[in-house]
């Protein structure tokens, strides 16, 4: 039996073009998105989607290297060039139409062995069933055949499934990769990410850089696709299998009450003179330069600076007198009547208060 060859080039033609525009929308997002917050994968899901209007056009119109090959490499180039815009190399990013022709040059030659490489394989499937509908040469049935259903229901399905699959995809190693890393850092020195805890008691705002509940340090919450969520309800679990970790500091966590009363306390110890050291690890400023732990920091500010081995602490305006207290668990320092801060002695901030 010979191989039928329906004909319908100028609707074949049409699908290309609709299928480029469709697919430059459809990178909207992507082409626009700055890196961070990361953009959501279905998005990126659907830049993968530059193939299927070849695949839905070659129903329409089999393979003619005389008629099809131009529509083809054109549509091959003009996918790249959008492809090309929805790679994120750095971050910030902001793609610039420059770029994009370069990535035509990149992406240009695999788009069109792959359009060709696709085209050649849907037209081997079509031909059976081009066979099984028995069209004569050049025409198409007057009705829907149900190989003409089944195939628009594949290519249907695989529009909507694939970047519904590829967000599945991403979303799975999110999560697995935040399962692997609580389970790491649990023996050592797990974390919860989120927000720190404030609490508004009269005009005094408490905000603790642990969780008061676990004693477990509060890290930052980023946009990362669900990372922090699925970390934080892998160390919730461990939790309650093993029950609170050695490195806790639930038992020496100060509670508010204690914060807000040393704001007012007549029995912490006078500091003269700064810049001073309260311990290796903390050290108190003001405008200047300190060189320690490897790295060199600079003060621009005259107002009181806590500086530690995890970071630095501006405090308030201005430098008003500064007491302190230590004990074996926990440095304190208060700016005034003001601002109290209460430091793990390895220079972490465990909780302030501040009027």
């Keep these: 039996m010979s191989r039928i060859e329906p004909r319908r080039s100028e609707l074949a033609t ?3 073009v609709a299928g480029a525009i469709i697919y430059a929308i459809l990178c909207g997002p992507a082409i626009g998105c700055r890196g961070y917050p990361p953009l959501d994968p279905f998005w990126y899901g659907v830049t993968f989607l530059w193939p299927i209007p070849v695949c839905i056009s070659g129903f329409f119109d089999s393979i003619k290297l005389g008629t099809r090959l131009t529509q083809l490499i054109v549509f091959s180039l003009v996918t790249s060039f959008i492809f090309a815009g929805t790679m994120v190399t750095m971050v910030p990013r902001n793609i610039r139409p420059e770029e994009m022709l370069f990535g035509v040059v990149l992406f240009g030659p695999v788009h069109v062995v792959l359009t060709f490489l696709v085209e050649l394989t849907v037209q081997w499937l079509y031909s059976f069933g081009r066979r099984l509908d028995d069209f004569e040469s050049g025409k198409f049935p007057r009705s ?9 229901i594949t290519w249907i399905s695989v529009i909507v499934g694939l970047p519904i699959g590829y967000r599945s995809i991403i979303t799975t190693s999110v999560n697995s990769k935040a399962v692997k890393r609580a389970e790491q850092e649990w023996g050592h020195g797990a974390c919860l990410f989120g927000n720190y805890a404030i609490e508004q008691i009269g005009d005094v705002t408490v905000e603790f850089a642990f969780d008061p509940t676990t004693g477990l340090q509060i890290s930052h919450k980023m946009a990362d696709l669900g990372f922090s969520d699925a970390y934080n309800q892998r160390i919730q679990q461990l939790v309650e299998l093993n029950g609170l970790p050695r490195y806790s500091i639930k038992s020496i966590i100060p509670v508010p009450a204690d914060l807000i009363q040393l704001l007012d306390s007549t029995e912490m ?11 290796e690890n903390i050290h108190l400023m003001r405008r200047g330069t300190f060189s320690r732990w490897g790295r060199t920091i600079t003060i621009m500010s005259d107002s009181l600076s806590v500086v530690t081995r995890h970071g630095t602490f501006g405090v308030g305006e201005g430098v008003f007198p500064v007491y302190v207290k230590v004990t074996d668990e926990i440095v304190y320092v208060r700016n005034g009547s003001n601002w109290i801060g209460a430091f793990l002695p390895d220079g972490s901030m465990i909780a302030s208060a501040s009027r």
């Excluded at 829907?144 to 628009?152: E, K, P, V």
């Design 144 to 152: 829907y055949s149900l190989f003409a259903c089944l195939t628009f």
């Design 14 to 16: 049409g699908i290309l």
């Design 269 to 279: 110890v006078a500091v003269n003179s700064l810049p001073t050291d309260l311990n």
